[in-house]
C-alpha cells in the first residue's frame, strides 16, 4: 500500500475494532518501513489465544458487547498506576449523580492518612448498561503517597471494589557513580568459562571468582551474564538459558558442590564419593569443542544429593524452612514440576503426557508428592543453595569494590512445557508464542517457542508475577538487562501452526511494568538496561529515556544507510557494546563468520555473495569510521589481517569515545574467539550455547589466568585511561 495506514472502512470491521479493543495491532511497519496489515485469520487465532471466540462477525459483535459491558460494570481498573510526587487523576464508572469515595491500604498494611479528592470524569457519553446509564468522575491519588504496592478501596453508592495501587518513582534514579560519569565491565557466558574446580560447566563459584577477578585484574564495575533462570532437573539440559522453566527461580545446575557448607562436614566415605564424581568429569574442562552440560550434571546430581542426605545443623535448617515459606507457592510449583519430571519423564505435547493429564490440584499429583517426600525436598533444596550461591557471588563483587557486580539478563519468556505455564497456565496465553518479524538480520523472521504472558491476566492480578519475577533478580544482582525489551510494550504473538511472518503485535501497558522495574531499581540501588535493538518505535525510545532506562547501543549496529554514526553521537543513557551473544565474536565479525554460518546452514534468503558483498562493505565503512575519527591507523587498515587485534582495540576504543553510562567489553573479544555463541534461527543445526571459551589458536582459556591474558589487560588499559 502507498500510505501506511489503514483504511476507513478496514477500521469499521468488527474484527478490527476488536482487536483493537483488547491491544492487538492490526497493522505495523517494519525495520524497512514496509508496511503491513494483519491477515483476518491470523487475528482471530491471536483473539482466540486471549480467550475470546471471534470466528465470525456474529461472535466478534459479541465479544465487542461483552467487554465494553465487563469495563463499564467495574468501578475501576483492576491495576492502577500512581507516580509519585505528582497528583495522578483515576477515572471511576458511576451511576449518574454517584460520588466515589477511597481509601488506601499501603503495602506495610497501614492505613493512608492523606486525603483522595474527587473531581469529574473524562466528559465521554454515558454509557448504556442494561438500561442504567454509567458515566465517570476521577479519584485525586495525591502526590505523597508513598512508594509501593497498595490497596485501593473504592466505593460508590452499596458498591465497592479493590484495586492494586501501584505506586512508582517517576524513574530509575542513576546511582552515584554514573551521575557524572561511565562504569565499564564484561560481557561473559557463565557456563563457557571454567575453571580447575568447574564440573565441566562455568558455575557460581566461577561466577564469583570472575566478579572479583574483573575488579582486581583490571578495574571493572560489572560483570553482564548470560540468564541465570531455572531449568530442568534432570538430562537432557535445554541448552538456551533464554528459554528457561522459570524465570521467579534460578538455575541449580550451576551449584559448586564443594561450595556447600555440609560437604566440608561430610563423613570421609561420603566426601570422597563427591570428590571422585568430580574427578569423572574434570577433564571436561579442558575440552574447547563443546559444553557437555548432561555429563555435568549426571555427576554434580549425585554429589548433591550424597550432600543433601546429609542433614543440616538447626541454624541451616532454620534458613532453609524460611526460604521455603519466604517462597511459597513459586518454589512449590517449580519443586513439584521437578519431582513429576524425575518421576514420571519430561513433559511433552502428547495429551496422555502428565503435564498435559495432570494439573497441579490432581491426586495423582498429591500422591507422588507423599510418595517421595525426600525428592521433593531435595528440589527445594537445590533452590536455595543456588539462591545462596549466587547471593554470595553478588556479595563477593561489592565486597571486592564494584560498583554493580552482577547484571542479571531476564529472558523473554519461559519454555511451553515448564513449571511457569504448568502450575498457572491461566497466566498465559494459549495456542500462540513470541518472536519477531522478519527483518535485515532474519530474513525469515524468528519464533522463540515461548508462550506470552496474558495482558488480561496480568491487569487482573495486579502484575503480580512480574513483580515477583523483577523483585527476585534484583535480590541476587546490581543491575538487570531485559532482552528485548520492546515485549514491555508489545510483543509479537505468532499463532500456532503459523510461520513467524505470520503475527500481530499485541500491546502491554509499558507504564506499570516499568513503574514496577522503577520500585525494584530503586529499592535495590541497582541499574536498568534494556535491549532495544531492531524495530523500536519513537514513543518505546522516549519512554525508556523518560523512565531513566537504559538502551543498549552495539557498534555494529550504530549506523545508517550505510554509514557508521561516531561513537561521540551515541546517546548517553545506554549499554554500549562492540557486539552480542548472537554476532560472532569481532574476530570471528571481521573474518565474516557470520556470512560463513548463514550460508552452511541456508540462512539466507537470497544469493550468498549479495550478503558477502554487504558484509565487506559494512566493514569497509566501519573500518572508514575508526581511521576518520582517529580510533585506527590508516596503514593497519590498509592492511587488515596483520592487523586484526589493532581493528578490534580500536573497535574499544570508539566505545571509549562514546557517552554512555555503561561500557561493556566481550570476554571473549579479548582471548580471540571466533565462534559465535548462538545463532539465531537455529536450533541443533548449530551448537547454540554449547561453545566454550577458547583463543585465536582453539584452546581452552582457564578462569585462572583469563583475566591475565593480553587482550583482558588491553582493554582494562583503554576502558581505565
Not at 52 to 69: C, G, S, V
Not at 179 to 206: F, H, N, P, T
Request: glycine share 8%; proline share 6%.
Amino acid at each position: 500500500m502507498s500510505e501506511n495506514t489503514e483504511s476507513k472502512e478496514r477500521l469499521a470491521r468488527p474484527l478490527i475494532r476488536l482487536a483493537k479493543l483488547v491491544g492487538i495491532g492490526t497493522s505495523y511497519v517494519g525495520m524497512s518501513h514496509d508496511y503491513h496489515e494483519i491477515d483476518d485469520d491470523v487475528l482471530i487465532e491471536i483473539l482466540s489465544a486471549l480467550g475470546i471466540e471471534a470466528r465470525n462477525d456474529d461472535r466478534q459483535k459479541e465479544a465487542i458487547h461483552r467487554i465494553l459491558k465487563e469495563r463499564h460494570s467495574r468501578l475501576v481498573a483492576p491495576t492502577v498506576l500512581h507516580t509519585v510526587g505528582e497528583e495522578d487523576r483515576l477515572l471511576v464508572n458511576t451511576g449518574i449523580m454517584e460520588i466515589p469515595s477511597a481509601s488506601i491500604i499501603l503495602e506495610n498494611g497501614e492505613s493512608y492518612e492523606g486525603t483522595i479528592g474527587v473531581g469529574p470524569g473524562d466528559g465521554s457519553p454515558a454509557f448504556d448498561l442494561d438500561g442504567n446509564f454509567v458515566s465517570t468522575a476521577s479519584l485525586i491519588i495525591p502526590a505523597d503517597v508513598p512508594v509501593g504496592y497498595h490497596t485501593l478501596h473504592v466505593k460508590v453508592g452499596n458498591r465497592s471494589q479493590d484495586a492494586t495501587l501501584i505506586s512508582a518513582p517517576s524513574q530509575v534514579p542513576l546511582i552515584d557513580p554514573m551521575k557524572d560519569g561511565s562504569l565499564w565491565g564484561w560481557m561473559a557466558q557463565l557456563y563457557s568459562i571454567r575453571s580447575s574446580g568447574s564440573w565441566g560447566v562455568g558455575d557460581y563459584e566461577d561466577l564469583k571468582t570472575i566478579l572479583v577477578d574483573a575488579k582486581r585484574k583490571t578495574g571493572a564495575d560489572f560483570v553482564l551474564v548470560n540468564p541465570l533462570h531455572a531449568a530442568e532437573p534432570v538430562s537432557p539440559l535445554t541448552p538456551s538459558p533464554y528459554l528457561p522453566v522459570s524465570r521467579r527461580l534460578v538455575n541449580f545446575t550451576y551449584i559448586r558442590p564443594e561450595s556447600v557448607p555440609e560437604y566440608a562436614t561430610l563423613p570421609t566415605d561420603a566426601k570422597n564419593e563427591v570428590d571422585g564424581l568430580h574427578s569423572d568429569v574434570e577433564p571436561l574442562n579442558g575440552d574447547a569443542q563443546v559444553i557437555d552440560r548432561d555429563a555435568m550434571w549426571r555427576s554434580k546430581m549425585h554429589a548433591l544429593w550424597i550432600i543433601f542426605k546429609a542433614g543440616r545443623t538447626a541454624e541451616r535448617q532454620a534458613a532453609f524452612d524460611q526460604f521455603k515459606t519466604d517462597f511459597g507457592s513459586d518454589l512449590e510449583a517449580y519443586a513439584t514440576w521437578c519431582l513429576c519430571y524425575d518421576k514420571w519423564g519430561a513433559p511433552s505435547a502428547q495429551g496422555d503426557n502428565w503435564e498435559q493429564a495432570l494439573g497441579r490440584d490432581s491426586q495423582q499429583i498429591a500422591d507422588l508428592k507423599r510418595q517421595f517426600p525426600d525428592t521433593l525436598d531435595f528440589y527445594r533444596w537445590l533452590e536455595w543453595v543456588a539462591s545462596d550461591q549466587l547471593a554470595a557471588a553478588q556479595q563477593a563483587a561489592k565486597d571486592a569494590g564494584m560498583e554493580i557486580g552482577i547484571m542479571s539478563d531476564m529472558a523473554v519468556g519461559v519454555h511451553p512445557l515448564g513449571a511457569d505455564v504448568w502450575w498457572n497456565p491461566e497466566r498465559f496465553a494459549k495456542g500462540a508464542t513470541v518472536g519477531a518479524p522478519p527483518d535485515m538480520f532474519n530474513q525469515q523472521g524468528q519464533n522463540w517457542s515461548q508462550p506470552p504472558l496474558s495482558p488480561l491476566d496480568l491487569e487482573a492480578t495486579g502484575y503480580q508475577t512480574y513483580r515477583n519475577m523483577v523483585h527476585g533478580m534484583f535480590a541476587r544482582a546490581g543491575a538487570v538487562r531485559i532482552d528485548h525489551i520492546l515485549g514491555l510494550f508489545r510483543l509479537w504473538w505468532i499463532p500456532e501452526n503459523h510461520s513467524a511472518t505470520d503475527g500481530a503485535y499485541v500491546h502491554y501497558d509499558s507504564n506499570i511494568m516499568l513503574g514496577i522495574l522503577a520500585i525494584e531499581a530503586s529499592r535495590a540501588n541497582g541499574v536498568v538496561v534494556g535491549e532495544d535493538l531492531g524495530v523500536m518505535p519513537d514513543y518505546v525510545a522516549d519512554s525508556l529515556s523518560g523512565h531513566g532506562i537504559l538502551g543498549c547501543a552495539v557498534e555494529w549496529f550504530e549506523q545508517r544507510d550505510g554509514v557508521f554514526r561516531t561513537p561521540s553521537q551515541w546517546r548517553p543513557y545506554a549499554l554500549a557494546s562492540v557486539n552480542t551473544h548472537d554476532l560472532p565474536p569481532a574476530a570471528g565479525y571481521l573474518e565474516y563468520e557470520h556470512v560463513k554460518i548463514r550460508e552452511r546452514l541456508g540462512l539466507l534468503t537470497g544469493p550468498a555473495e549479495e550478503f558477502q558483498a554487504s558484509a565487506k562493505a559494512e566493514q569497509n565503512a566501519m573500518i572508514a569510521m575508526l581511521v576518520d575519527q582517529g580510533y585506527l591507523d590508516a596503514d593497519f587498515a590498509e592492511h587488515r589481517e596483520e592487523h586484526e587485534a589493532d581493528i578490534i582495540d580500536a573497535l574499544y576504543r570508539a566505545l571509549k569515545g562514546s557517552p554512555c553510562k555503561l561500557l561493556a567489553a566481550s570476554i571473549t573479544d579479548a582471548v580471540g574467539e571466533k565462534r559465535a555463541q548462538n545463532q539465531p534461527g537455529t536450533n541443533n543445526e548449530y551448537p547454540n550455547w554449547r561453545i566454550p571459551l577458547a583463543d585465536d589458536k582453539g584452546n581452552v582459556v582457564p578462569l585462572e589466568t583469563l583475566f591475565d591474558t593480553p587482550g583482558a589487560q588491553r582493554f582494562a588499559q583503554i576502558f581505565n585511561n
